[in-house]
């Protein structure tokens, strides 16, 4: 049985979804990790250990476990991670001697993990792939303000050349990596994210909305982490102008404590804006709840200045809800525009203010794009997606078997 080595550092697959800097990388670790264990590869997760209440290992599926190492404080930002990871390096070794363990495979998520796991393939001598979420350089060419660090960028440069194999979810993160990190072309496999399609289906409107309390009014859906790169002042412009808002409600879910002092600000702005008594920030809602959500929206909106992906975008098309989202990133990989919902290739809130004037007045047209939305996401199923990614570990063990092979026999 294949056994490999998931180094998630800040990314834990059993967080709560929703808050800051939790998101789609810890679902995708989460979803994709079950689906490999299903298929019969045997993972560990190495994750921090972000909650001393947790104990050190968790199972979470079959063959499937997390293991959390302690690095620093039990609760440190994101970015104070990166100064502990040779703590959580050696941690890390520590419980693979105690244990007895060999793993034939690495895999990273983010630049941080990247750097862990860098070394741990030197060490080990076992190969070794790299799947980075968001890259700093992109980011920071994204939107005015965004401040990714040189170190980040340095450090990412350095994983992409030394990995043996790096997944991109898109080909547009594949050109970037080219472009600014001069990765070379053929180390990259283009394997999509996925979606759960027996948790994200179309459910009747009415039903959603019953269950979740909302009443008949229109309703703006926007899923995401409260931060300036996800755009959630330009839907609010966006809205403002719109001619019927007596019947409309704006649904915000996502965020934390940590991100009060954000949806503080659009708060304010929303009510400057006219709109205070229509927009609701829900906080963070339980992943397993987010289809009743989806289903009960009219439409959800995708605003964000960078995208690698957008799972956000995938799950509203599993449920049928059509989608008004920026053409950034991954996006146009998931929506075909006027087929499935609009892409948007401003960041100015009036084409945004266009398309939802047409799809909360075109009922009939909202869900022609519903319906061919969930067909499109059919390909997007995480039985389809793990497969691709078991064959790329598949690939690299068995040509770092024929080297070893090739070395003892000279």
């Keep these: 049985m294949l056994r490999v080595a998931v180094i998630?550092?800040?990314?834990?697959?059993?967080?709560?979804l929703g808050g800051k800097?939790?998101?789609?990388?810890?679902?995708?670790?989460?979803?994709?990790?079950?689906?490999?264990?299903?298929?019969?590869?045997?993972?560990?997760?190495?994750?921090?250990?972000?909650?001393?209440?947790?104990?050190?290992?968790?199972?979470?599926?079959e063959n499937v476990r997390v293991v959390h190492l302690k690095a620093g404080e039990s609760r440190p930002m994101k970015d104070e991670l990166y100064q502990h990871l040779p703590e959580f390096t050696s941690n890390l070794c520590r419980f693979q001697?105690?244990?007895?363990?060999?793993?034939?495979?690495?895999?990273?998520?983010?630049?941080?993990?990247?750097?862990?796991?860098?070394?741990?393939?030197e060490w080990w001598g076992i190969p070794y792939v790299a799947t980075f979420h968001t890259l700093g350089q992109v980011k920071n060419r994204a939107r005015v303000?965004?401040?990714?660090?040189?170190?980040?960028?340095?450090?990412?440069?350095?994983?992409?050349?030394?990995?043996?194999?790096?997944?991109?979810?898109?080909?547009?993160?594949?050109?970037?990596?080219?472009?600014?990190?001069?990765?070379?072309?053929?180390k990259i496999a283009v394997i999509p994210c996925g979606v759960d399609l027996a948790l994200f289906r179309p459910m009747d409107r009415d039903e959603a909305r019953e269950k979740l309390g909302l009443s008949d009014k229109k309703i703006i859906l926007f899923v995401g982490r409260i931060e300036p790169l996800k755009g959630i002042d330009l839907l609010l412009n966006a809205v403002a102008p719109l001619e019927d808002k007596n019947d409309l409600r704006v649904l915000i879910i996502g965020g934390d404590p940590g991100e009060a002092e954000e949806t503080a600000r659009l708060g304010q702005l929303a009510a400057n804006l006219g709109i205070g008594e229509k927009v609701a920030f829900?906080?963070?809602?339980?992943?397993?709840?987010?289809?009743?959500?989806?289903?009960?929206?009219?439409?959800?909106?995708?605003?964000?200045?960078?995208?690698?992906?957008?799972?956000?975008?995938?799950e509203?098309?599993?449920?049928?809800?059509?989608?008004?989202?920026?053409?950034?990133?991954?996006?146009?990989?998931?929506?075909?525009?006027?087929?499935?919902?609009?892409?948007?290739?401003?960041?100015?809130?009036?084409?945004?203010?266009e398309r939802l004037e047409l799809l909360l007045a075109n009922e009939s047209l909202a869900r022609s794009l519903g319906l061919a939305g969930h067909a499109s996401a059919a390909k997007f199923g995480w039985p389809i997606v793990a497969e691709q990614v078991k064959e790329a570990y598949e690939s690299l063990t068995k040509a770092s078997s024929k080297k070893s092979h090739a070395i003892g026999g000279g």
């Design 316 to 353: 509203a098309l599993a449920c049928g809800t059509p989608v008004i989202a920026a053409r950034v990133g991954g996006l146009p990989s998931i929506i075909r525009d006027g087929e499935t919902g609009y892409l948007i290739p401003w960041h100015c809130p009036e084409p945004f203010t």
């Design 21 to 61: 800097d939790i998101g789609g990388m810890n679902l995708y670790v989460r979803q994709l990790s079950k689906e490999l264990g299903q298929g019969g590869i045997k993972l560990d997760v190495f994750t921090h250990w972000y909650d001393p209440d947790l104990p050190q290992e968790v199972e979470f599926g």
């Design 282 to 314: 829900l906080g963070a809602v339980e992943h397993e709840r987010l289809p009743l959500f989806y289903s009960a929206a009219n439409v959800c909106v995708v605003p964000s200045y960078y995208e690698s992906f957008s799972l956000v975008a995938l």
């Design 145 to 186: 303000g965004e401040q990714e660090t040189e170190l980040r960028i340095t450090t990412e440069r350095r994983v992409i050349a030394r990995a043996d194999r790096i997944i991109a979810t898109t080909t547009h993160e594949k050109n970037q990596m080219v472009r600014f990190y001069s990765a070379q072309p053929d």
């Design 97 to 121: 001697t105690e244990n007895g363990l060999s793993y034939d495979l690495l895999h990273s998520h983010y630049w941080l993990s990247g750097r862990v796991a860098a070394f741990l393939s």
């Design 8 to 16: 998630s550092v800040h990314g834990s697959p059993l967080a709560q």
